[in-house]
């Protein structure tokens, strides 16, 4: 069964800090690796990747992957209130009937001003 | 606002019940997927339908179907409903991608099923 584990489950932090979120998954037939911010409502995708050692980047926030030692970080620097939220990540694997997405069940990220 | 909307908003019933949630997509997306996100099981992706056709599976109990229909709407059905069918129902669209989950999809703000 795939399985996907982050950790921290929940993490709080000041203003300014630069924080790390893991995530290491066990899948059959990889085919990429998601994360998704989610604030009060729905997720909201943050990075879709796929290829191992090349860093994504979106202002303050990249992730990189390692399909070696089967993980993801995504990295926050100088932390704002507004990246509180839960952030998950999720792993696709390919089937024969249809790619099946398994989720983490998120870090909880709480920046205080 | 995502473009993705989902009706109704907020859902009561009883055990044994059926309901229906509907999913209408962003303009120009042919997929759609099916999530349902619960306190003890987090989210979970249920269904994927692209263009009419059911694509992609995952963990969907017997007891809920879903389908896409011409317009391109979709909606997911829940019967027999038990306590634990609780949760937050989320549909996402997508245009086209070659892999089932594209980089992008567009969360509906879900429904919330509370089953008494």
């Known amino acids: 069964e795939d399985k996907v584990v982050q950790s921290p489950l929940s993490l709080v932090v000041h203003e300014g800090d630069t924080v790390t979120l893991n995530c290491s998954y066990e899948?059959?037939?990889?085919?990429?690796l998601l994360w998704y911010k989610q604030e009060k409502k729905a997720p909201t995708f943050l990075f879709m990747l796929?290829?191992?050692?090349i860093e994504k980047k979106s202002g303050r926030l990249s992730s990189i992957l390692d399909k070696k030692e089967l993980f993801s970080i995504l990295n926050i620097t100088a932390t704002q209130t507004g990246d509180s939220a839960v952030y998950l990540c999720?792993?696709?694997?390919?089937?024969?009937?249809?790619?099946?997405?398994?989720f983490g069940t998120g870090t909880r990220l709480a920046v205080r001003p | 606002d995502s473009g993705v909307t989902q009706t109704p908003k907020h859902l009561i019933t009883a055990t044994g019940q059926r309901v229906t949630l509907r999913c209408s997509p962003r303009?120009?997306?042919?997929?759609v997927y099916w999530y349902q996100q619960s306190l003890d099981q987090g989210l979970q992706f249920l269904i994927q339908?692209?263009?009419?056709?059911?694509?992609a599976k995952g963990n969907i109990l017997e007891r809920f179907s879903a389908q896409q229909f011409p317009d391109l709407h979709s909606e997911l059905n829940l019967s027999s409903l038990e306590l634990g069918d609780s949760a937050l129902y989320f549909c996402?669209?997508?245009?086209?991608?070659?892999?089932?989950?594209?980089?992008?999809?567009?969360f509906g703000p879900g429904t919330r099923l509370t089953v008494l």
């Open positions: 999720a792993v696709e694997a390919i089937s024969g009937s249809g790619d099946k997405l398994t």
């Open positions: 899948v059959t037939n990889f085919r990429s």
């Open positions: 796929t290829s191992s050692g």
């Open positions: 303009s120009g997306d042919l997929s």
């Open positions: 339908y692209y263009n009419g056709e059911e694509r």
């Open positions: 996402a669209s997508a245009a086209t991608s070659g892999s089932s989950f594209p980089d992008t999809q567009y």
